[in-house]
């Protein structure tokens, strides 16, 4: 378990990678704005390859996330300043992109909503009040919560993590440290080492790529798993605006092979879901018994076209 009231004064930081001061951009303030654009660009590409490096703890995660959502759960990112804004991103793509119930995924930062915009002092160091959101957010074993912090050592986010595994929710740890803190407290550790940000200590650089790539992969593969794309096809995208009313209807027309008046003609049925446009095509019912076969299949698009 994480150490809940740590003293800030006796905080080490020459052991984080992430605090490291990288000799190669010594001069970052000499050169031109071509150099520094260069220069990042160069940092950015050690990413990828880290994210690389950490698969299969990614997956491992991955696979427990699948089996609590897949349930009924409920998935919860958890961080500080900007893991916690990463979160929250992450989180809020989810119901245009999949059409999940905006509960489903969520993104908690440490000082509350405010934090997103402003930062809130010493709010990452109160682990108190990262333990307090398991009970706020009414958490119980059948969720996921995920720590998402670059140091791996955030008091809020390890408080969290730790009153979550207590209860036996799934925890998964997010840090850019090797052998960090969070790793100990969280069921499944991933650590992503990216190495010193060419602006020392700036972790919302390589870190914050990092933890978006991460991030990322939790969620888009979990839906993946949970039958919420047909292939690579984005079929349970929300219908809010002139561009992905269109986007839905050309991807009936790719699923089916119906022409664009049929197409539309089903979307506007199927309450312009393509799912259920594309059941009633290819099965040949009205939207009521479309949605009836999709309950059954859990929503899983081609367990109902290839039954």
Known sequence: MGTPHADPAELDLSTFTTEAV???YANLDQMSVLEVATAMNEAEMEVPRAVNRAL???????????????NGGRMFYVGAGTPGRLGILDASECPPTFSTDPEMVQGIIAGGPSAIINAVEGAEDDYDAGRGLIEQYSITAGDVVVGVTASGRTPFVIGAVDAARELGAVTVGVSSNANAELSVAAQFPIEVVVGPEIVSGSTRLKAG????QVLNM??????????????????DVSTTNAKLRVRARNLVQRVTGASEEVASEALARGEGHVKIASVMILRSVDAQEAK????????????????
């Open 22 to 24: 990288d000799p190669r």
């Open 56 to 70: 299969p703890e990614i997956s491992a995660a991955i696979t427990a996330i699948v089996g609590q959502l897949g």
């Open 209 to 212: 790529s990092a933890q978006k």
């Open 218 to 235: 939790l969620s888009t593969v979990t839906m993946v798993q949970l039958g919420k794309t047909y292939g690579n096809l984005m079929v």
């Open 292 to 307: 009836a076969l999709l309950a059954e299949a859990h929503g899983n698009l081609r367990a109902v076209l290839e039954a």
